[in-house]
């Protein structure tokens, strides 16, 4: 038996979440567990008011939680963030797909959340707490609350880089995914490097990171980064690709993003 229940307010549907219950946003993933016969929840939160504000400031882009792909790709503010939502699954799940929802989504999906991880995002819950995404990552549970809304880094124009590997063209899962945040532009410093697919969550490549700061985005310069790329890593066998060849391939498409110019 599986109840709906609908909230007036963000709050009060985050105060309903708990174990055997699922908040639905977009929901592609839940009403796909719905229609499995899924029995571990018996209980479907909604809420009433939904955050779909974006917004950009001096400190960075404000994104709402239950904005949809669609809506990231309908909006100036968000455009170096375009070419990451234009891959998330066909015009149909764009439709409804949101971020809150590409936060929690599990293996191997979760791009979205690959690039927020690059972009050093905090995620805010609607009661008001604040973490970092690597903090949120890894006590990952949707029973903890709801996510209100997003913030994170709006980098200079071309210091974003995007890249999915997929089997399926054009609307593939992902086999890995790979954001990177280079600021600074011919010697990069800060760089933040995350991958999706390669691991439980998305996952920061630090050593590769490391080994980035400063070089030039030249083959000689990011050489000891692609041999150390996969040391934070923690990838899995799955029906698209064995842990091994995603050990393998992983520098090949890291030397792709690095020299293959800024988008
Ligand atoms: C055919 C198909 C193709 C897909 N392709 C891709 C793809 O290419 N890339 C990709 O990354 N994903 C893909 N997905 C997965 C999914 O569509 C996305 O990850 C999407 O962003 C999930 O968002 P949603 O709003 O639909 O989540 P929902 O199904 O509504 O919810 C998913 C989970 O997130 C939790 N949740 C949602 N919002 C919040 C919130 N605000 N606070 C707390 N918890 C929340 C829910 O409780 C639930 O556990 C695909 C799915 C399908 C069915």
Redesign the pocket.
Known sequence: MLSVETYPT?GEA?GA?GQG?????????????VNYGDQSFSRI?RSGQVDRDIRADAGGLRIG??T??AGILASRDAEFLHPVAR????PA?RN??????????QHP?????TALLALDAQIHW?DGRTEPIEGFFAGRD?A?????HITCARPNAGDFRWL?I?RVKP????VMSIAAWLPGGARPSNVRIAF?AMGPTPLRAKAAEAALNGQSLDEAGIAQALTVCTQDLAPQDDPLASAWYRQEVAPVHLKRLLLGGRS
Do not use: E, P
């Open positions: 963000l985050a979440v219950a699922q908040y639905l946003a977009g929901g592609t993933l839940v009403m796909r567990d939160i939680a239950g949809t792909m891959q998330v699954g066909g799940v409804m797909a949101t971020v809150g929802g590409n936060l929690f989504a999906y979760g791009d979205f959340a609607a949707n903890r609350g709801l996510v209100s999915k997929s609307k593939g899962v992902s999706g």
